[in-house]
């Protein structure tokens, strides 16, 4: 059950939404709201914001919040006939009061296990009985880790098929100083264009204008470099083969009211998806997918191994 200590603490939010802070002794922390099951905040020992929240974002429910990491099930986009990006963005999820045991969290003291089932209300809209766990836990370094479960908990002996992406926004000093490494060269549909089939050329992803990508079959491995601030994002990924990259750029941010006017220029979503081939669950079958992210304070690239080694240019 949900019980406070050095690492985890439960309080209230903005509009007194219900909240978690995690923290590591190395000093990073992480915040996450029962609403939408959403990580708002993860700070460097700095407590430097890692994660860009928009300054308009609205928490008000239903509304989804704008910024951090918001969970898009159990559709991405307006691919079928959900509401965009689907309902668990939206819904007051549980602490999870049991668990199951995750194995690759094991060393972290700093998590916090959430839960969402379909409502009544649900069924109506999506009529697929399931379970999700998330568990956020931050490592002993820092790295933000996010793990899903979801199980077929229908006792109608169907299968249900879904989409997901963890919509993650980092925080970026300048976009026209960032690039992504990891997609080059790979296919992708492009948002903007009907999602039709490309494939990507160059060396790196760089951003002078909107982009709405779903590159395919990526890497378990994509770094975001930002320049200005001698730092790289690491992203890694577990049962999520595609990645969604996406900045409004001026004239869609100004159309949206939770979102500032200029602020496209300090914000990149990439997004550890699976969209191309949603997965399919049969009764009682259960779906793992898993996001890691840490920071490293130096110019990074690709063909790296460990980042950790990368000499500090900064
Ligand atoms: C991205 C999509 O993942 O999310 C974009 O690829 C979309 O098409 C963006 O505009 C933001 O979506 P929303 O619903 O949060 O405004």
Same mark, same amino acid.
């Given at each position: 059950m949900?019980?406070?200590?050095?690492?985890?603490?439960?309080?209230?939010?903005?509009?007194?939404?219900?909240?978690?802070?995690?923290?590591?002794?190395?000093?990073?922390?992480?915040?996450v709201?029962?609403?939408?099951?959403q990580?708002?905040?993860?700070?460097?020992?700095?407590?430097?914001?890692l994660?860009f929240?928009?300054?308009?974002a609205?928490?008000?429910?239903?509304?989804?919040?704008?910024?951090?990491?918001?969970?898009?099930?159990?559709?991405?986009?307006?691919?079928?006939?959900?509401?965009q990006?689907?309902?668990?963005?939206?819904?007051?999820?549980?602490?999870?009061?049991?668990?199951?045991?995750?194995?690759?969290?094991?060393?972290?003291?700093?998590?916090?296990? #959430?839960?969402? /089932?379909?409502?009544?209300?649900e069924?109506?809209i999506w *009529?697929? =009985? +399931?379970e @999700?766990?998330?568990?956020?836990?931050?490592s002993?370094?820092?790295?933000?880790? #996010?793990?899903? /479960?979801?199980?077929?908990t229908?006792?109608?002996?169907? *299968?249900? =098929? +879904?989409? @997901?992406?963890?919509?993650?926004?980092?925080?970026?000093?300048?976009?026209?100083?960032?690039?992504?490494?990891?997609?080059?060269?790979?296919?992708?549909?492009?948002?903007?264009?009907?999602?039709k089939?490309?494939?990507e050329?160059?060396?790196?992803?760089?951003?002078?204008?909107?982009?709405?990508k779903?590159?395919?079959?990526?890497?378990?491995?994509?770094?975001?470099?930002?320049h200005?601030?001698?730092r790289?994002?690491?992203?890694?990924?577990?049962?999520?083969?595609?990645?969604?990259?996406?900045?409004?750029?001026?004239?869609?941010?100004?159309a949206?009211?939770?979102?500032?006017d200029?602020?496209?220029?300090?914000?990149?979503?990439?997004?550890?998806?699976?969209?191309?081939?949603?997965?399919?669950?049969?009764?009682?079958e259960?779906?793992?997918?898993?996001?890691?992210i840490?920071?490293?304070?130096?110019?990074y690239?690709s063909?790296?191994?460990?980042?950790?080694?990368?000499t500090f240019?900064?």
């Amino acid at each position: 059950m949900a019980s406070d200590n050095v690492f985890v603490e439960h309080c209230k939010g903005i509009n007194g939404l219900d909240k978690v802070i995690l923290r590591e002794t190395r000093g990073y922390s992480a915040e996450v709201y029962l609403f939408g099951g959403q990580v708002t905040s993860w700070k460097n020992e700095h407590r430097e914001e890692l994660l860009f929240l928009s300054t308009k974002a609205i928490f008000q429910p239903p509304k989804a919040i704008r910024g951090g990491i918001p969970i898009c099930f159990p559709q991405f986009g307006n691919m079928d006939s959900l509401e965009q990006h689907g309902f668990a963005r939206n819904r007051l999820w549980s602490v999870d009061p049991d668990p199951p045991p995750c194995s690759s969290h094991a060393s972290s003291r700093a998590s916090v296990d #959430l839960i969402l /089932r379909n409502s009544e209300e649900e069924l109506k809209i999506w *009529p697929h =009985r +399931f379970e @999700f766990r998330l568990r956020v836990a931050l490592s002993p370094a820092g790295d933000l880790m #996010l793990t899903s /479960r979801i199980r077929n908990t229908g006792t109608d002996g169907k *299968p249900f =098929r +879904f989409t @997901f992406a963890y919509h993650t926004y980092f925080s970026v000093s300048d976009i026209s100083e960032v690039r992504v490494e990891g997609l080059e060269t790979l296919d992708y549909l492009d948002n903007l264009q009907n999602r039709k089939r490309f494939t990507e050329q160059g060396d790196a992803i760089t951003f002078e204008s909107e982009v709405d990508k779903i590159y395919l079959s990526t890497p378990t491995k994509i770094a975001i470099l930002d320049h200005e601030r001698k730092r790289t994002f690491e992203l890694r990924k577990d049962g999520l083969p595609d990645a969604v990259v996406w900045n409004p750029w001026d004239k869609k941010a100004k159309a949206m009211a939770d979102f500032g006017d200029e602020e496209y220029k300090h914000m990149l979503c990439v997004e550890a998806a699976c969209v191309e081939n949603p997965i399919t669950l049969k009764p009682s079958e259960e779906w793992r997918g898993r996001q890691e992210i840490l920071v490293v304070p130096s110019s990074y690239c690709s063909g790296h191994l460990d980042p950790r080694r990368v000499t500090f240019t900064g």
